[in-house]
């Protein structure tokens, strides 16, 4: 008896081992999908004719320092002096850089708009007068992938007093045409 309980356990032993020692798989599906929207980039780069960006070049948030400032006198390099009897402009290229991507967009529009009020200096892109009020148009069809040189320019008027600070930001907008 003591021999037909041992090969029952040793049988049971045989058929439960085997199904403890199968591996345990278990499967699934993942459905993945996207949809590629449009897009273009503006970022601002260096001019090689131009004052160099202080921070930011080649990113979409930089900074032009024009340094010291003035009507009559030596200027830094890369910056273009003008005068009339009552003010002084000072200007410098700065590359706009607007690229696309999955876009059929032909070119581009370009616009630009000071971020607060200036009464007392008139400010331009690329020869074009911009204010906090409204966008201004600096190009109707811009081309994609190269950099644009434009000109910033400032204009200061002779009675502003010695060791004014002049500080403004220039919101510029790219939209594909």
Known sequence: MKKLGF???VA??????????AAQTATGTLTVTA???????LVFNNDVAGVPLSSGAGTNTATLNFGNVSAFGAVAANITRTTTAT???V???VDVLVTKANSASANYTL????GAADAVNTWQVGGTTVTNAAQATITATGAYGSNVPEAIALTVPFTTANATAIS????FTATAN
């Open 7 to 9: 090969l029952i356990i």
């Open 12 to 21: 049971a032993v045989i058929v439960v081992i085997p199904s403890l020692a």
């Open 35 to 41: 949809t590629v929207n449009s897009s273009i980039n």
């Open 87 to 89: 003010t002084f402009t």
């Open 91 to 93: 200007s410098t290229p």
């Open 111 to 114: 616009k630009a708009q000071l």
């Open 168 to 171: 403004n930001t220039i919101n």
